[in-house]
Every structure is written in structure tokens, then in C-alpha cells.
């Protein structure tokens, strides 16, 4: 939820239809007293929505905007279904079990035991996954605290300072330190950093496939090796978790080769968005565990009042079970060369804006597109206008492109970043590399600065 602030004169302000008489006036921020007529509201709320951005121009998001037409009929079919209530909708609880089966398959984890599942579930997004693992983290190193009679009032999570918010949110609500590395050479965490920060108190460190404000892997494999030299020289035995919000559903099909995931015997938890590089609307992610030990038992419920007994492991109660639908539909209609080629078209895509942006002169390229598809531009050399400037002539055009400060180490740096999506074409990058090109000159002073309206 966004907070909004108080509005002045909530109660005076009236909203109405422009374009419906069937529809009467009504407060802008208080329940209006009657009713209105069904089609007249639904007509008033679409045309509010007009206002809402253009999707397809939208370059900021790494959440998905387009789903095919079955995946749409799917969740509006689904759309009462509550993915708590496993009792009364099996069968979507037992698709929710595929998909985490079919995540811990992609992702090499340990083949469980037995029948048992692999561990994991769905969540609203990475955030509640990060929650979720986070807990587990501090969970675990509580207990082998306890157990050894030392003090656990100082828990420490270790991570680049380019993680996204959701990390320092879970060090704030869970009241732990966020020991964020500054960025030092590397826009993003390096394995010697993540092993010299790490201390008794160290209850994790999490490593991020698929940098937000650049796109670029961290090194897994090389930070799980360097955890392992410091446990074998000070016997300091520290887990990892993996944030591959978008790195989650784009490596296994493209990079097959790195090691980012449960293959690495120090990654004990995964977290991954299926409403990003998963290709579901918003509103499902997927955190998974390595084994039934790294998830501390005392954190699953069991719910027995909707009928049955079932374990949860979830931040909220009540969910939609219609995006995981939406996601195993995903997993069942492209498979895994479905996937791979969407994936490899929208690397490919990023790889064409970057070299279009490459070539165009003023600008210095972070990341190119070639790990996420997303790629992180500078200026070269300081000018007359700024990236912020650059960002706001893009808008003339319809682009949203957003430019900030990298993190701390290179906060001095301001940047542009765009995200290519499935959906996003050859054709819009081509749009888009020439409005860049008109945007440039315009605020170089090359171009005129507005074209008069022809009739
Ligand atoms: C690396 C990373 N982690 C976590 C998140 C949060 O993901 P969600 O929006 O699914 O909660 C994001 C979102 O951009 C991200 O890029």
C-alpha cells in the first residue's frame, strides 16, 4: 500500500464522470452516501484509470505488463480463489506444489527425500520471499547461539549497498543490522568485501542475480567460495541467500553454465519474483530452500480451522491463488525453450539499445544487457544537462526511463536504466534509440526545442 497523505479538503472535493450523465457526482475521499448504477461506476473507474501510463513505453519496470490472452482467462476464471484456503481449493494448492518443484528443478536443489517436496512457496513477491528467508537466517543462527550460550542481540545480514529496499526493510522490521557494503570498483557487492564484513554476529549474506540498478550478476560463486576459505581459517560457518529477483528466471535458461544457485552447497535459500522474468502480472513471487533444515520449524503454522491441517509459511493470510495459476500456466505453455528464447530475444533487444547508446557519443555504459536484460548508462563528461534532464525530455516522447544515484561508493554517478520486457521489440528499440537521439540534441541545443502543430 502507498501512503497517502491527508487531503486538505477531502470532504468538499467531488469527483464526476466526464463522459457519463448516468453518473452522479460523488466525494473525492469520503464514502458517498447512495449507490450508483453498476455499468455507470465501472464506466466512472476505467475512465479514471485512462490516466495511468502506457505500459509499453513504461522502460522503469522489471514487472511483467503483457500476458497472453489465455493466461488472462485463466486468472479471471480464478479470481475468487484464495491460495490460503487449501482445503476448499486443492487442486490450486497442488499446482502452487508443482511450480515449487518445478523452481527447485531449475534452480539444482538437493533431490528431497523420499516423497517429500522440495521447500518452498509461493509469496506476493520478493519482498514477502526476502521476509520470509530473512527470518529463516536469523532464525537459524538465534538457535546455534543459543545452543552454544553466546548473545543474539546483535544480528547482522551482509550485503552490497545496491540491494533493493526489501533488504533493508527486513533488517528494519526484524531488528537487524543491514550491513550494507559500500560499492568499491564493482557496481555491486564482491566477494573479498562480503567475506571481510562477515562476523560472529553475521546471521547471512545475500548475494543479488540481477544488480536493480544495473542489471549485473554479483558473483555467487566466487563470494560462496571466499564464505568458504573464512569458515575453514576462522571455523565462521556463514549461509547465503540468493536475491534473484529477476536473475531467478533468466539465468537457468540463458547462463546454464554460471553457478549461482543450490548447486553451491553454501546457498541455503533463493528468492525470485514470477511477476518479473517469471512472465506472470504482478502479484507472485517464490522463495525456496535448500533442504526441510535450513527452514527453522517454529516458523511454519499449521492452519486448521479452514478444514484439514495445513503448514503456511507466509507474512500474510488471505492471497490470491490466481497468479501462481497464472504462473504454472506460464511454466506448462512455453517450457523450458519457451523461455530460453524470450529470454535470449529481450537479452538480445538490450544488447541492441546498448550499442545504440554506445555509439551515440555522450554516454558511458555500466552494464550492457548481456546478464539481465537491462542495461545502465552515464554521461561520460559532465554538460549543460543532466541525466535527470535527459530522463525528462524522454517523457516528450512517451518513454519512462528513470535516471537516480547509484548506491553509496558511487553516489557521485547518476544514471539511466532501461528494462527490456517480453513485449518490448526490435521495432520500439529502434523508436526508442532515435527519440534518445532527438533528446540529446534537443538539449544540446541542436534540435529545435518544439516542432509547431501542423494542420
Ligand atoms: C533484486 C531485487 N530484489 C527484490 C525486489 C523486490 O521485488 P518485488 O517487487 O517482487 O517485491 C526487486 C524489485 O525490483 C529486485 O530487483
Keep these: 500500500m502507498s501512503l497517502h497523505s491527508h487531503h486538505p479538503n477531502r470532504h468538499e472535493t467531488i469527483v464526476e464522470s466526464a463522459f457519463n450523465t448516468a453518473f452522479g457526482a460523488i466525494p473525492r475521499h469520503t464514502l458517498s452516501r447512495g449507490s450508483q448504477n453498476a455499468d455507470a461506476a465501472q464506466r466512472f473507474v476505467q475512465d479514471e484509470l485512462m490516466l495511468d501510463g502506457n505500459a509499453r513505453q513504461n522502460l522503469a519496470t522489471f514487472v511483467t505488463t503483457w500476458m497472453e490472452p489465455q493466461a488472462s482467462a485463466l486468472i479471471q476464471a480464478s479470481l475468487e480463489k484464495n491460495i490460503i484456503d487449501k482445503d476448499e ?52 543462527w538465534r538457535a546455534r547461539r543459543e545452543a552454544a550460550g553466546l548473545d543474539t542481540s546483535k544480528p547482522n545480514l551482509v550485503m552490497g549497498a545496491n540491494v533493493q529496499v526489501c533488504w533493508e526493510k527486513f533488517a528494519r522490521y526484524w531488528d537487524v543490522e543491514a550491513r550494507l557494503i559500500p560499492l568499491d570498483g564493482a557496481t555491486h557487492l564482491t566477494a573479498e568485501q562480503a567475506a571481510a564484513a562477515c ?37 565462521l560457518d556463514v549461509p547465503m541467500h540468493v536475491d534473484a529477483a529477476s536473475g531467478g528466471f533468466v ?44 527452514l527453522p520449524k517454529d516458523l511454519i ?47 538480445d533487444i538490450a544488447g541492441t539499445i546498448a550499442a545504440g547508446v554506445g555509439a ?75 527519440d534518445l537521439g532527438k533528446s540529446v540534441r534537443r538539449l544540446s541545443g541542436q534540435e529545435p526545442e518544439r516542432v509547431a502543430f501542423h494542420h
Design 301 to 347: 503454522f499449521n492452519v486448521d480451522y479452514l478444514g484439514g491441517s495445513m503448514p503456511t509459511f507466509a507474512l500474510n493470510f488471505s492471497r490470491p491463488a490466481a497468479q501462481v495459476i497464472a504462473q504454472y500456466y506460464t511454466l506448462v505453455r512455453y517450457g523450458f525453450e519457451g523461455y530460453q528464447s524470450i529470454q535470449q530475444r529481450s537479452r
Design 89 to 140: 481449493y486443492p487442486q490450486s494448492a497442488e499446482i502452487e506444489r508443482r511450480c515449487v518443484n518445478i523452481l527447485a528443478n531449475l534452480w539444482h536443489a538437493p533431490e528431497p527425500t523420499g516423497e517429500a517436496d522440495a521447500v518452498g512457496c509461493s509469496t506476493t513477491g520478493s519482498s514477502e520471499g526476502a521476509m520470509l528467508a530473512g527470518m529463516a537466517l536469523k532464525w537459524r
Design 199 to 235: 562476523d560472529e554476529n553475521t546471521i547471512g549474506v545475500v548475494a543479488v542475480l540481477g544488480s536493480t540498478f544495473d542489471g549485473s550478476y554479483e558473483p555467487v560463486r566466487d563470494i560462496a567460495a571466499a564464505l568458504d576459505k573464512l569458515a575453514a581459517a576462522t571455523g
Design 360 to 434: 551515440m557519443g555522450p554516454f558511458t555504459l555500466l552494464s550492457r544487457g548481456d546478464e539481465l536484460p537491462v542495461l545502465a548508462f552515464r554521461l561520460s563528461e559532465p554538460g549543460t544537462w543532466s541525466v535527470y534532464d535527459l530522463s525528462h525530455e524522454l517523457r516528450s516522447f512517451g518513454w519512462i526511463v528513470p535516471a537516480y544515484p547509484m548506491p553509496e561508493g558511487m553516489a557521485d554517478v547518476d544514471v539511466l536504466r532501461v528494462v527490456v520486457r517480453n513485449g518490448f521489440t526490435v521495432d520500439l528499440a529502434g523508436m526508442f534509440l532515435e
Design 251 to 294: 539465468a537457468p535458461f540463458l547462463d546454464q553454465d554460471l553457478l549461482w544457485d543450490f548447486r553451491l552447497e553454501r546457498v541455503k535459500s533463493i528468492n525470485a519474483s514470477g511477476h518479473k522474468y517469471g512472465l506472470v502480472y504482478p502479484g507472485v513471487g517464490w522463495v525456496l530452500w535448500r533442504s526441510a533444515e535450513d
